[in-house]
């Protein structure tokens, strides 16, 4: 294979710090003896076209934007304290994390009977499970929310309002279409998966074992649960809630079309500050609050990942 | 399968699972049902049965143009992220440098940002430096937001695989690039047919990236329907939903052929 010579130049210093080994060994250690270098592409086209726009609009947020769309000096905190004075925005900013919450709560309580007749139910079932689970993901986003519209939709023509009035359990089509429930509703039908997935990976690792003498000594089926089973499947737990938690965060395209006015999501407050309004400072500060919420929630979730794992080590 | 489900319990956990599936799958077969309705509304429950939406979607350039469009930018997408991804894999596992768990986690992070911000962040980069190459943007946009799950995919399978091979293969004189195709290639190839079937997924469906980035003449297939459900009322969205729905579980089925879906899906 011959050695991308090209590379070879950002590295002076480095071999300069290993006396005993000269810098042509150094070199031909790296890039030929070892595929260390295969990183750099992927690296090198991640800082510049993900880490370095990201942070510079995250910049944006403590900087000014004159009369003529210039961004820059002087800095200032004015952008995040109009957003935190203003109840319009709070606003939006509690919907986003409420219905964040609510959504991850009850994907998790629906997805542990769906994760334990993954693992454990007889195969056909299984099978046809996995496969009604996975390939709506590959389903757009757009369309699935196209279908809750279809669904929810308000008036006698759709669907659950046809069947409920024709059930005779309404008198009057019931306004289901644009509230927060149904942005609810919609993002449970699109992140569901992204529970369930860690979940019945992580209840595969449980020992049947543990559960059998449960069950030998006389604990009952819910107790077997309680003790044994749910405690065991914690990291998938976590780690189910913090995906549901940060993607439904990141909502656009189910608010903005299965979503009223009383329930936008900071992702389409974003949009609007940046193509309506132009005002980039302040959809900076709306995406800056947007990334600290869904990277703490990540951080969060690893340390108490991370602790778990340390203390099983320590056993 | 290890233990079995018995008992009363089964029978609720089944039921709640069948709930689950209905819940699922109802906006699917929905827009489905609707795409033969023969009304000039989308209502339900639909009226009279016709394909001729389907015909008339079909003639519509702006959908089919845009299905082309989104697919080979998808492929695009596809094969910069393997180029890009494979290799910085294959480093992660098999190198020495300091560091590597963080550069993982730097590769991997594409995945826990909000995709949303991911495209805003590059509308910025691309309107900063004049970048008016709409396809090519899109390019780039798809590739930092697929490329992880390249990453996630290849790891997984490289870790499985045994260095010893690998000793062996280099021991009796193959070269590197010999030792990559005959001996770890095949070992890793579900892993990169996986991260490429993710990859062409993430890329045909994406729409927060894409809504930032296209423009009139470069509009992927989400942004298209995207458009059409804010002005088109009769059952012509979603026949071309339908369409979709139709890739979409192709795709899957080509997934779920080539390497099983549990597999695909680290289960």
Redesign the interface.
């Known amino acids: ?1 011959k050695a991308p010579y090209s590379e070879t130049d950002h590295h002076p210093g480095a071999a300069a710090a290993q006396p005993r080994e000269t810098p042509g060994a150094w070199l031909h250690r790296q890039f030929v003896g ?6 750099l ?3 090198a ?2 800082v510049f ?6 942070i ?2 995250m910049l ?1 947020s403590v900087m000014t934007q004159d009369a003529q769309g210039r961004i820059g000096a002087p800095l200032t905190l004015e952008h995040y304290i109009r957003f935190f004075q203003v109840s319009l925005y709070t606003d939006v900013l509690w919907t986003t994390i409420r219905i964040s919450i609510i959504t991850s709560v009850i994907a998790a309580i ?1 997805a542990y ?2 994760a ?8 056909a ?2 099978r ?24 929810l ?1 308000n008036g006698p ?3 659950l309002n ?1 069947v409920l009035l024709n059930l005779g359990l309404i008198s009057e089509p019931l306004a289901l279409l644009f509230s927060p429930v149904a942005v609810v509703v919609g993002s449970l ?1 699109i992140f ?1 998966p992204m529970m369930v ?1 860690p979940l ?2 992580a209840l ?1 690792k449980i020992d ?1 074992n543990l ?2 003498a449960g069950r030998t000594l006389g604990a009952p ?2 107790k077997v649960f309680l003790r044994i089973t749910f405690p065991l499947s914690m990291p998938g737990l976590v780690a189910g809630v913090t995906l549901v938690f ?1 993607l439904s ?2 909502s ?2 189910i608010p903005a ?1 299965i979503g009223g006015p009383s329930s936008q999501m900071l ?1 389409n407050m ?2 609007q500050q ?1 193509i309506a309004v132009y005002d ?1 400072p302040f ?1 900076a500060t709306i ?1 800056t609050i ?2 600290i919420i ?2 703490a929630i ?1 951080a969060l979730s690893m340390r108490l990942l991370g602790g778990r794992n340390f203390r099983e080590k320590q056993k | ?5 018995t ?1 009363t ?1 089964a029978v ?3 039921l ?2 069948a709930g ?2 209905i ?6 077969v ?2 489905m049902t ?1 795409s033969f309705s023969d009304g000039y509304f ?4 639909p009226t009279g049965f016709t394909t001729s939406w389907y015909v008339s979607v079909f003639q519509n350039s702006e959908f089919t143009s845009a299905l082309l469009f989104s697919f080979v930018l998808a492929v695009g997408t596809t094969i910069l992220s393997l ?3 494979v ?2 894999a ?3 596992v ?4 300091p560091g590597r768990t963080l ?1 993982k986690g ?2 991997l ?2 995945l ?7 495209g ?6 691309f309107s900063s430096y004049g970048w008016s190459t709409v396809k090519l943007n899109l390019l ?2 798809h ?2 937001v697929t ?1 992880p799950y390249v ?1 996630r995919t290849v790891l997984t399978s490289l870790e499985l695989v045994n260095p010893t091979l690998e000793e062996a293969a280099r021991t009796l004189g193959a ?3 010999q030792t990559f195709r005959r001996v770890i290639f095949p070992q890793i190839a579900p892993g990169i047919a996986s991260g490429a079937i993710f990859c062409f ?1 993430v890329s ?5 990236v894409s ?1 930032w980035l296209a423009d009139s003449a470069n509009t992927p ?2 942004v298209v ?2 458009r059409q ?1 804010g002005t088109v009322f009769d059952p012509s ?2 026949t071309m ?1 339908s369409i ?2 139709g890739l ?2 192709a ?2 089925l080509i997934l ?1 052929r080539l390497v099983g ?2 597999r695909a ?3």
């Open positions: 294979m070892s595929p260390n270098w295969m990183i592409p992927l690296l086209f991640l076209f993900f880490f370095l726009p990201s510079k609009l944006f629906l009977p769906v334990i007749v993954l693992v454990r139910g007889n195969i079932v299984t046809i499970v996995t496969l009604i689970i996975i390939a709506p993901l590959a389903v757009s986003v757009v369309v699935r929310a196209y279908g809750w519209q279809l669904i939709g023509t759709g669907l046809y039908h569901f997935l019945a990976s595969g049947p559960e059998q089926a819910w940060s965060a990141g656009y395209v079309l992702g974003a949009e940046i980039w959809g995406a947007l990334v869904v990277l990540n | 399968m290890n233990g079995k489900l008992g319990s609720l956990l089944y709640i699972t689950m599936m819940f699922v799958l109802c906006p699917i929905l827009i609707i989308v209502s339900f429950p180029l890009l991804g290799p910085a294959f480093a992660i098999r190198g020495n440098f550069c730097l590769l992070s594409p826990i940002f909000p995709v949303l911000i991911t805003l962040a590059l509308l910025q980069l780039i946009a590739t930092v490329s990453i070269t590197r690039w997924m045909f469906d994406n729409y927060p809504m297939v989400p329907l995207y459900i969205v979603a939903s979709i729905i979409s579980a795709v899957v779920d879906l549990r899906m680290a289960m």
